[in-house]
């Protein structure tokens, strides 16, 4: 019943209209479709998207190669994952492209799912998968996710009660807050927004962060919950000739640092992501050290979802909290393992959504299944509410309403 009978890839749109892959895979009684995420401020220690030739050239690759597949049982995700590195044979994805494998991995887990009749969250985490993830969304931003935005690259809402649809709407509404705040600033600028729809002004990081504190406390106070501001700064996108690069100043690493602690400390900002460089762990350790009792210090471009990588932070003491983005490593496998590697050796996990996204809500499943702490998805635009409103299904569902 659960035995992979036909696997189907495709070329689909992407949220900035860029081509993507989605795969379906059919089982006698069971069918699975999963899409690709596309980022743009990719760590250099991703696996590769696409093979050189590109998305035709991956899928062509693929297809050659599906035979290995037919037959396999789609429950076995182990022998899937491992199969995928085997067609691939490089240890970064480069022949088949990491896109297009998870793109496999995950459809052939959601056809798993759909065979036995159960949802994917708890196909994949059981009966103890209970609990939803804490939405933290994007409200305003810039680095390369938009043109004449802030250098720092997201400046994000933290909802955290207990009640995901709750946390899910502050979250808008704290974005609808920093909208209304900039059109009062700027009444004769049209202001747009990024990537993530978060909004792009013209100001500096500090003015910004400020606008986006002044956002979440208001909202907070109205709507009687707990917001907290977070930071993505990816830090590699603006770090050149050992210098950290902002619109109006240029900071040495130990600046940086310092500056970092200065932000966290004086507007009570509970998470950063990315505040250093992909390379620098011993500075990521440092950081951590000054400032990781009150606040998660998150490890994206340098962990890259790699269980090898996550080691050497866990070894140094760098960040406390590790990014979750299943194409970085390109198997549904290796990012479950990643999950629970950060989660054994006492980190927390965010899962994350990229930058370029599909409607597709893989993430969220896999957030639930394996007790994931937070999910950074955005805080509304289609590509990004497919997966805030699955959040809201999904606690309905297991509440039983
Ligand atoms: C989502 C992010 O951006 P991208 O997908 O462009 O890497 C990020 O840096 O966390
Ligand atoms: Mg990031």
């Not at 931003?141 to 955290?160: F, Y």
């Not at 599909?358 to 998805?377: P, R």
Request: glycine letters at 10%; hydrophobic letters at 40%.
């Amino acid at each position: 019943m659960t035995l992979i009978e036909d696997i189907v890839l495709r070329k689909i749109l992407d949220s900035r209209g860029n081509p993507t892959v989605e795969v379906e895979v059919y089982t006698l009684n069971g069918y699975g479709r999963a899409a690709a995420p596309a980022g743009k401020s990719t760590g250099k220690h991703e696996v590769k998207a696409y093979p050189v030739g590109g998305i035709d050239k991956g899928i062509e690759y693929f297809k050659e190669r599906m035979d290995n597949f037919i037959g396999m049982d789609s429950t076995q995700q182990e022998d899937i994952d491992a199969m995928l590195h085997e067609i691939d044979g490089t240890d970064d994805f480069s022949m088949l492209g990491g896109n297009i494998a998870i793109a496999i991995s995950l459809a052939v887990a959601k056809a798993a799912a759909n065979s036995m009749g159960l949802p994917f969250y708890q196909y994949l985490g059981g009966a103890f998968a209970n609990r939803i993830p804490k939405p933290v969304g994007n409200v305003l931003g810039g680095g390369k996710h938009a043109v004449g935005g802030t250098t720092i690259q997201e400046m994000l809402s933290m909802a955290l009660s207990d009640s995901a649809k709750d946390n899910v709407f502050a979250n808008a509404l704290v974005h609808k807050k920093v909208g209304e705040k900039l059109r009062e600033r700027f009444p004769n600028i049209s202001i747009g927004l990024g990537d993530e729809k978060a909004w792009i002004a013209p100001m500096d990081d500090i003015e910004a962060i400020e606008v986006v504190v002044d956002a979440v406390r208001e909202v907070g106070e109205e709507y009687g919950i707990e917001i907290k501001p977070a930071l993505d700064f990816a830090a590699s996108s603006f770090y050149k000739d050992g210098k950290y690069h902002y619109k109006n100043k240029i900071l040495t690493p130990e600046e940086q640092i310092d500056f970092v602690e200065d932000i966290v400390k004086n507007y009570g900002i509970y998470l950063v992501e990315d505040p250093l460089d992909e390379e620098d762990f011993d500075g990521f350790a440092e950081l951590t050290r000054r400032i990781g009792h009150i606040a998660y210090v998150v490890g994206d471009d340098i962990f890259v979802t790699n269980v090898e990588r996550i080691k050497i932070g866990v070894d140094k003491g760098a960040a406390n909290t590790v990014l979750i983005k299943p194409n970085q490593i390109g198997t549904l496998t290796d990012t479950i393992r990643a999950i629970r590697f950060s989660k054994d050796n006492g980190y927390a996990t965010m899962i994350s959504h990229r930058s370029g996204e599909t409607c597709d809500t893989s993430i969220v499943h896999i957030g639930v299944a394996f007790g994931v702490e937070f999910i950074k998805t955005g805080a509304i635009g289609g590509e990004r509410i497919a997966k805030l409103n699955e959040m809201i299904r999904i606690e309905e569902e297991l509440k039983g309403e």
